[in-house]
C-alpha cells in the first residue's frame, strides 16, 4: 500500500499565497511522477502540475507564472507553492502519484506499476 498525505490547504484573500505539501509513505521502490489536481463544486477533476522524477514539470495554463511545484525525491514529498491566488483557484486540491513501484514488486519481479490519491485539501480564497 502506498499512502499520500496532503496538508497547507486553507483560505486566503485574492492575490494572497499558499503551500501544499504531499508525503508519500510505504514500500516504495520509486514514483516516477507526482501531481496536484484540483476539482471544483460542479466541475471535473483537472491537472494543475505534474513533476517528473527526472524534475521536468508541467502546468496547466491557467495557472502559468503563478504555481511552482517542486519535489524532494528523499522525503518522497512535492510540494505547490501557490501565489497570486484568484478566487477560480478556489477548489480541493489532490495529490497524485503515479507509476508507482513498490519494494515487493522489484523483489518478487512482478513489476505493475500503480497509481494513488490522497485525500485532499481545501483551498479557498475569497474575492
Known amino acids: 500500500q502506498v499512502y499520500l498525505v496532503e496538508s497547507g490547504g486553507g483560505t486566503v484573500q485574492a492575490g494572497g499565497s499558499l503551500r501544499l505539501s504531499c508525503s508519500a509513505s510505504?514500500?516504495?521502490?520509486?514514483?516516477?511522477?507526482m501531481g496536484w489536481y484540483r476539482q471544483a463544486p460542479g466541475k471535473q477533476r483537472e491537472l494543475v502540475a505534474s513533476?517528473?522524477?527526472?524534475?521536468?514539470?508541467n502546468y496547466a495554463d491557467a495557472v502559468k507564472g503563478r504555481f511552482t511545484i517542486s519535489q524532494d525525491g528523499a522525503k518522497k514529498t512535492v510540494y505547490l507553492q501557490m501565489n497570486t491566488l484568484k478566487p477560480e483557484d478556489t477548489a480541493i486540491y489532490y495529490c497524485?502519484?503515479?507509476?508507482?513501484?513498490?519494494?515487493?514488486?522489484?523483489?518478487?519481479?512482478?513489476?505493475?506499476?500503480?497509481?494513488?490519491w490522497g485525500q485532499g485539501t481545501q483551498v479557498t480564497v475569497s474575492s
Open positions: 513533476i517528473a522524477n527526472d524534475g521536468a514539470t
Open positions: 497524485n502519484a503515479d507509476r508507482i513501484i513498490t519494494t515487493a514488486q522489484v523483489m518478487s519481479g512482478k513489476i505493475s506499476p500503480l497509481s494513488s
Open positions: 510505504g514500500s516504495i521502490f520509486r514514483i516516477d511522477t
